[in-house]
């Protein structure tokens, strides 16, 4: 792009990354580096961790941030250049208007200056204008002192369709309305005032009460925009669109004031443009103008605006909370290499059995039928333990879904009748094992296997690498998002793409055992790259070196740049192509080497000598101090997991189902998911627990994500146990106090008293109504879209 800039205007070049260097709270030089190292290709995985010289050493959060920004100033920027051109082809463009467009500095502020040059229908104004009344408007706001109606009776023409005076006044209201409407300043300030001042209010419709019961939170409900969290919002459209709800959105929270409400926006306007009440002919109708402009126009206009600003923020919020989620899950803890068997469970089709060996071949696969209605409880122990024994089975990973206790009971009495197999149980999330299983990779990975069964082969890979296995599954059927299903598909596939490559690139692929679709995910590396890579080890053998990747057909030099340093070679021809050493830096290694006269195998993993080395000794033109640090750290641990260690939770004994639990038990459970009110914890009875955002922690906690993630393993204790509506409440404060039955709060899903929430006026309680992924977690917790069944 060309375009230049005027004042604070924003343009590509300097004015635009010293623009998000204010932002990032960098320096210009950083932003630049990093922009120019994006537009040339380069992943924000390998600008992170490889071109830390270049960027001032920039982390993915930041650069994940200025990628984003970057994207929204050139849609900007794109968006103005169509604007100037619009307008300079009416031969409206002066010199004046091109700097106000110049310096917009948000698409809002952009469209308010285009608002009265864009093309529309033909409006009552212009067919006013046509008629030749915009003097009789102009003379009537220039000088109130004239009397409406003798002005007006010297434009009635017949032919030009004004037939009498009362069609001449309202000719000139329609122009003064469509100008008050379009003045891109004040509707600026009338939007700020309305979004800082108004709120959303809520009600039934009338007759869909019990249609809509899951909404009874939101039948009389309001609140201040700049107070509503995420998910009420996203309930609340969802309500409407449903058409169990009726959303207003209020300029004016009500404080009894004389000028407060329209009011007030109608003096603004009125003072924007002169109209002032002195008693003068003309001034009453324009008083009327100001108010029919507001009513009709402004105020419809301004609830558009901020209809979209609040969506923006909620799906903004909901998929940052999705992406966080699925970073944790992603990188929670492997197992490891260990010979793992998989339980799918299942009542009437019975749970279906899978073993994995260490690498994640399927070994066996079988069906048995412990539960009802068959009940071969002692046949299907003896079936899984003669499995165990013929492969050496280590761990049992068991599915989380329908029949998981009862299948980890089975697993639980498998160990207790066979000690000598030493066997480890652990329940894992199911959650998109049935969509991986239906897929199209599943069909070429797992041909030889009925759908069914290649569930159990999941269940078992995830507990072995979670990684690994995941990625096969779109991330929006992982099930750790909240209304993912209400927010931009385009944003939420961008950000969760995002989170998958990082993690991706951050654990590290070893490139002769990785799947398609996780070196899909490899800086550098698309589909068809990642399917000529598995192709040529199949055909060739695995990689002997990093270099020999460069054999695999349309991996050319860039691609070899970007993706290299993420790939590892175990046992290969260079110890350090196991490494996470870029093979551009190994030039560094060599003369690390011949300082220290030691060989490559001795001095790696020797914490001693590694950590005597003064990095500057080694810093030259091309690598600089972050780089030889970087790389002095990978040769004291080459090849280091950033993922914590495998550790598992034990559910109590006899605390099978929800009729088990017991007010002021403690117990140690797996935090399955986290949501903006709260968190919810499997305590292994079939329903997850919440634990509320207000019972995480004696201090006021903002993000639930700031005291636990998904796959945390946490002791809670019961605050009460509603079976009918199969409700657990928990806390994580283990000298709370369990609730007193009879004043149990009457809401399950929504925010607590002190949680942070509004309750102003004839608000009810806070809640929220979640779709997908998230509906399911309250479902199994015993909600019914954030209300208590």
Known sequence: MTTSTTGSGVTPGRALHQRIADELGVRERQVQAAVELLDGGATVPFIARYRKEATGALDDTQLRALEDRLRYLRELEERRAAILESIRNQGKLDDALEARILAADSKARLEDIYLPYKPKRRTKAQVAREAGLEPLADALLDDPAQDPEQAAAAFVHADRGVADVAAALDGARAILVERFAEDADLIG??????????????????????????????????????????????????????????????????????????????????????????????????????????????LVHLGIDLRTRLRQNAEDEAVRVFAANLRDLLLAAPAGSRTTMGLDPGYRTGVKVAVVDATGKVVATETIHPHK???????????????????????????????????????????????????????????????????????????????????????????????????????????????????????????????????????????????????????????????????????????????????????????????????????????????????????????????????????????????????????????????????????????????????????AEGVDTLADLEQG?????????????????????????????????????????EVVKPGDIVRVKVLDVDIPRKRISLTLRLDDEPERRAERRPSGGGERRGSGGNRRGGQRRQGAAPTGAMAEALRRAGYDNGHRR
Not at 612 to 639: A, C, H, M, Y
């Open 373 to 651: 209605p068959a009940r071969r409880w002692d046949e299907s122990i003896a079936a899984l333990a003669r499995l165990a024994r013929e492969h050496r089975v280590e761990l049992i990973a068991i599915g989380n879904g329908t029949a998981s206790r009862e299948t980890d009971k089975l697993a639980g009495d498998l160990i207790r009748q066979h000690p000598e197999l030493k066997l480890t149980k652990v329940v894992v999330s199911e959650a998109g094992a049935s969509v991986y299983s239906a897929s199209e990779y599943a069909s070429r990975e797992l041909p030889e296997l009925d759908v069914s069964l290649r569930g159990a082969v999941s269940i078992a890979r995830r507990l072995q690498d979670p990684l690994a296995e995941l990625v096969k599954i779109d991330p929006k059927s992982i099930g750790v998002g909240q209304y993912q299903h209400d927010v931009s598909e385009a944003k939420l596939s961008r950000s969760l793409d995002a989170v998958v490559e990082d993690c991706v690139n951050a654990v590290g692929v070893d490139v002769n055992t990785a799947s398609a679709p996780l070196l899909t995910r490899v800086s550098g590396i698309g589909a068809g790259l990642a399917e000529n890579i598995v192709q040529h080890r199949d055909t060739n053998g695995p990689f002997r070196s990093r270099q020999a990747l460069k054999d695999v057909p349309r991996l050319g030099p860039k691609a070899f740049e970007q993706c290299a340093g993420f790939l590892r070679i175990r046992g290969g021809d260079d110890p350090l192509d196991a490494s996470s050493v870029h093979p551009e830096a190994y030039p560094v290694v060599r003369r690390i080497l011949q300082a220290t006269e030691a060989d490559l195998t001795t001095l790696i993993g020797d914490t001693k000598v590694l950590r005597s080395i003064r990095p500057e000794r080694f810093v030259d033109d091309t690598f600089g101090l972050p780089t030889v640090t970087d790389i002095l750290r990978e040769l004291e641990k080459p090849g280091r997991d950033p993922r914590p260690a495998f550790q598992t939770a034990t559910f």
């Open 189 to 298: 300030e009338l939007r700020e005032r309305m979004w800082s001042r108004g709120r959303l209010v809520s009600r039934v419709r009338e007759g869909k009460e019990e249609a809509g019961a899951k909404f009874a939170d939101y039948f009389d409900f309001s609140e201040p925009f700049t107070k509503l969290p995420s998910h009420r919002i996203l309930a609340m459209f969802r309500g409407e669109k449903d058409e169990i709800l009726d959303l207003t959105l209020e300029p004016e929270e009500p404080t009894g004031e004389p000028a407060d409400g329209p009011g007030d926006y109608e003096m603004r306007i009125a003072a924007r443009f002169g109209v002032a009440d002195r008693g003068r002919p003309a001034d009453r109708w324009l008083a009327d103008t100001v108010r029919w402009a507001w009513r009709t126009r402004i």
């Open 665 to 705: 038990m403690v117990l140690e459970g797996v935090v399955t998911n986290v949501a903006a009110f709260g968190a919810f914890v499997d305590v292994g009875v079939h329903q997850d627990g919440l634990v509320h955002v207000s019972a995480m922690s004696k201090n006021f906690v903002r993000d639930p994500r």
